[in-house]
């Protein structure tokens, strides 16, 4: 399998279970993901030559609408943990969530060194401070152009440019070839930071002969180029020029630090002062300016109890909230119950950023909420108010021809991402037959002579994450959950003396008709049940009866159809 | 008030409460949306002068996703039913859900007569026959250019251009002035029945003087001009040509019938079979044929069944499931779930539609899935594969030029859209102090000398529908389901004495930790709860008791917050 006509898509995941195991013929190369594949989120891969392992990302996804109550999903890495004594570190590419917000729950297990870039370390380790701060991983601080040595693996890190400074590829020899990882990447020729994508670097692999390449495929949807990220800072300039009178609220996502330099630089150039509000942001930018990733005087930032009492033309609120997020800084102020900022007819809101899959209705109702407050809201894709960090197609075929790989595995996509940059791959010359479509757990090997083949499966899967401990939560809650939230519950109680005869009954429901606002149906449900129990009968029986004889009644009166849970309390 | 400057948005319906009542100074013309301002969908307003009243639509709404086990959403019509006896009749605009969608629940509570063109009726009866199959309103068919009197009112038909056919804007003549409400229009200069949007009518009522123009706002952001449908009919003329070997499958909506029309011509033309799939697209395209809405040969159609049978370059899928409704005819398909019809890679499936907003994620879903199957899909909305059915930027302007109104309120759309168009039509010349921005429940009153005013409210709201009765649904359940659904519940029944002594008890749970999983947990509960109730207390006492030792022991075991239930339950 594994060429798009057998690939499986993330719902059936089952489709190709059981065609043999991972072949085990010794010293063989081999790439196994984890997580992101058919799914943008919970990145994580882990390359494989003889007993010795690396591993490549460890991200989170956030849960669908319709998981109720799960906080976030990580990647299910039992794989790893059975070859914990193979692992001979954790690469990261760079700090976004989708990538190292695993880490926290999946390192203390696995307890391997990390490798990573300055500001990525920083990220992670204010992560792992939330969720487990007792436990302290070894870290080894990377930088573009080093390269690690690790066993058969000689890590090279190369300079990738993405929305979130410090971004990695890695380009990792092994005896059997060269193994390249793109990372999440964009190729802007004028990057704020001027740490531009290493071309170089991918050329020489690609001369060196690539055997395996793994490209972000997020979007391979889109025609052209993506923007650079330089774009977005001259419309905020031509804002700021054209808003002389206004206070200007900007929301975008706090780890896009290279626009919150260029917010820095515009606010100075027009004698603004910088409020940060939303812990995120507050976070990301006090990091990055302690690494030197970002740079402003001290005195270029108030607190933002201190905003509303400014002029106007004097503040730039830089906040959270591009999404719609229920309590951050942007939706806050635009409910006007932000404690601090009380947004009106002064401020010009400009939401750059575009909403994520799955947000759109939040930013929507937040955009209504922003006008409603009298504000003028900047939020059209057509304003060039923001850039992706993912490369468009003609970026993707760049990078392809200069790598020019024998073996080609689109990575970071949903299915059909997958599918359309494994079909650009093929346009431009990779053998289709080294062209992988792979869901995770699939395990690609790798020969020395450049073939592929997906040979088998290893366990993976997405672990929900709730308030319980991790991995405790069963889906069967979650079925639970989604019945109780369409219909409701009616609790029924019965009280069984030593002789097993009724004494006594008592009923509750939540999220379906009180007893208060439908007396007679309650009234008939109790005498229901009463006389539904009269006869002798076992436990298992009487909660049947009472099911059965409380769903007559119910059906009689309503369409509502609430989870009926019979409770017999005996005497002690 | 009115003006967006202190215009109220949806979600904050008290901002401007008690502003004053409804004033009451005899033969005045009032306008008073009871839906539709602040929100695409449950459109309806009313229009009274003295004594007597007509409504215009009467749509439902779709629920938010947060809205737990909810069907749908419509208008609190209770304004009209307390002066009934005023109402003369409702006209409706059009068949789409937003316009018709509450009429089986408000049409019996008012038993007034329908006026609609021939299609609306009949779509209108579709919906009755489900709902209320008993219920047989007076309908009263009208065209466009007919002229129905009312009393004080005179109501022209005219026709406007919508993704539906025979859709109606109103021109009403009252003493006070004429009010032209727009309906939901474009200006298609060459749309598939011939039927163009009455310009002449326009500019006539324009010429004699408009009082109140009520416009749809839905497309405001939108720049240009919207594209005719005919522009979908090339594109899928290019398909067809492009793609002689395969099955095409094309979702669409089931309501937008020229569409159908043009697939069944072009079907024709290059020598295709039709297979209808899903319900609501075979009814729509069996009532359109009945009445002679589209026209297509009997021999044209095969049974669903037949389809996979058949050579796929001679067959063409029209089905539902354009916004990945769960259980809609494509969605079924991508699942492999269809009974009739299984997707392979001799299909190519054609989406002609872009997601409505909150639909994204389940589009996208449809998407992977198909692809999974090995289609070829067609979905991007640079394809020219959809057009809108509302009016863009130029042709709202085009309609507003054409009656330049007196007064402007903007209808169908939400907050922001309504600001915009507002803003529109003072750019355009309307004076600012006769453009408002209302909410639902807003009296807009107008004098003779073309003074508008917003004077006070009327009550006005949405009422939802789920399994139970109309109306007995109370929003605290929502609340109870939202809990229910984050945490799950722990029921806790407790079996007491004549003497108020602790018999027994038993504990349950739903949607949190079961007791097979955690025996420590639910034993020390159970502890717990007997310890509480020692000391003889009321029954109040003795929940909270129960309630309070329970948090305690929950605490120390999980972070999950269940609602907890207790239950007394008493010796009869």
Redesign the interface.
Known sequence: MGK??G??????PNRRRGKGKPSNRGKELKWIPLGGM?EIGKNISALQYGDEMIVIDCGLKFP??DM??IDLLIPDVSFLEQNRGKIRGIFITHGHEDHIGGLPYVLPKLDVPVYATRLTIGLIKNKLAEVCPRYKPVFHEIGAGDTVDLGSFSVRAIAVCHSIPDALAYGIRTPAGVVLHTGDFKLDAQPIDGRTTDYGAFAELGREGVLLMLSDSTNV?R?GFTQSERTVGRTFEQLFRLHKDKRIVIATFASNLHRAQQVFNIAMRYNRKVALVGRSMIAYVDLARKLGYVSAPDDLFIPAQEADGMQPNRVVVLTTGSQGEPFSGLVLMS?GEHRQIKLG?RDLVVISATPI??N??LV??T???L??C?CE?VY?R?QAIHVSGHASREELKMMISLVNPRCFVPVHG???HQ?RHAQLARDLGVPAKGVFVMSNGDVLSLSQGGKGSVEGRVQAGTIMV????VG?F?GS??K??????????L?I????GPDGS???????S?????RQ?AKDLYGELERAVVKALEAPMGDDAMRTAIRKSAREVLSRY????P?I?P??????
Not at 7 to 12: E, H, R
Not at 480 to 489: M, N, P, S, Y
Not at 558 to 561: F, L, Q, S
């Open positions: 798009e006509s690939g499986s898509s993330p719902s059936k058919g669908e609408e109720l109550g949807e025609e409910k007819n899959p799955g759109e209705k929507s109702r955009i209504n909420m006008f409603s009298g809201v059209e057509d949903e299915y059909r599918v709730d308030g319980l401990a405790e069963q809650l979650l639970e959950r989604r019945e109780l939230a369409q219909d409701g519950i609790t109680a019965v009280a069984l009724v004494r006594g009954v008592d009923m509750d939540r999220g379906f008709l009180h606002d309503t369409k509502g159809y989870a849970v409770l017999l309390v005996r005497q002690g």
